[in-house]
T-cell receptor, first 115, second 111 residues
Framework: SAVISQKPSRDICQRGTSLTIQCQVD?????MFWYRQQPGQSLTLIAT?????????ESGFVIDKFPISRPNLTFSTLTVSNMSPEDSSIYLC????????????FGSGTQLSVL | GDSVTQMEGPVTLSEEAFLTINCTYT??????LFWYVQYPGEGLQLLLK?????DKGSNKGFEATYRKETTSFHLEKGSVQVSDSAVYFC??????????FGAGTRLFVKA
């Protein structure tokens, strides 16, 4: 299994500002992903965080809006830039653990509200 | 594209009732299928999975069978408990661990 620490757990931000969310894992992971869960909706994959290179974004998500870093195997950040109320969501980090290559583990999420 | 459709909630049951949450999928190829559960205030966690047709995944009294002919993966439990109250997500993975989730079904179990 994996223990995923995601910070902050929640935040309230002003329109036009940016927030960086951190994801730290206690195990070596092979893959890391960032998801968004908008109010009352399902999870949508934002991007795959690649170690040492640019993230791979899904359709509808761009690097300028959601820059992602992954400097090593156990840590990644997602920044939500120039926020608007439409960015109010839960943002989740998920990982595939090296010793358990068969399933995703999820962090408890960051609940973001943009005023 | 690939997608997952699951029954809308909320579903409200009395303790010891039988539970079914329907899930159907659309996918090219042969996806793996999952049920995830999100308890109040907690992150998502894998409940069960099946990787090929006719496989049955089971865990904590829940089970689901991968039905290729009906493209379904319905979740069932014979006798629910109050502690089963949560949001349940059906999901598929077509490769590379990219996972597509259904909309989620909230379950309330009354004592």
């Amino acid at each position: 299994s994996a223990v995923i620490s995601q910070k902050p757990s929640r935040d309230i931000c002003q329109r036009g500002t940016s927030l960086t969310i951190q994801c730290q894992v206690d195990s070596q992971v092979t893959m890391m992903f960032w998801y968004r869960q908008q109010p009352g909706q399902s999870l949508t994959l934002i991007a795959t965080a690649n170690q040492g290179s640019e993230a791979t974004y899904e359709s509808g998500f761009v690097i300028d809006k959601f820059p992602i870093s992954r400097p090593n195997l156990t840590f990644s950040t997602l920044t939500v830039s120039n926020m608007s109320p439409e960015d109010s969501s839960i943002y989740l980090c998920s990982v595939v653990v090296r010793e358990s290559n068969e399933k995703l583990f999820f962090g408890s999420g960051t609940q973001l509200s943009v005023l | 594209g690939d997608s997952v459709t699951q029954m809308e909630g909320p579903v409200t049951l009395s303790e010891e009732a039988f539970l079914t949450i329907n899930c159907t999928y659309t996918a090219t190829g042969y996806p793996s299928l999952f049920w995830y559960v999100q308890y109040p205030g907690e992150g998502l966690q894998l409940l069960l999975k099946a990787t090929k047709a006719d496989d049955k995944g089971s865990n904590k009294g829940f089970e689901a069978t991968y039905r290729k002919e009906t493209t379904s993966f319905h979740l069932e439990k014979g006798s629910v408990q109050v502690s089963d109250s949560a949001v349940y997500f059906c999901a598929l993975e077509t490769g590379g661990f990219k996972t597509i989730f259904g909309a989620g079904t909230r379950l309330f179990v009354k004592a």
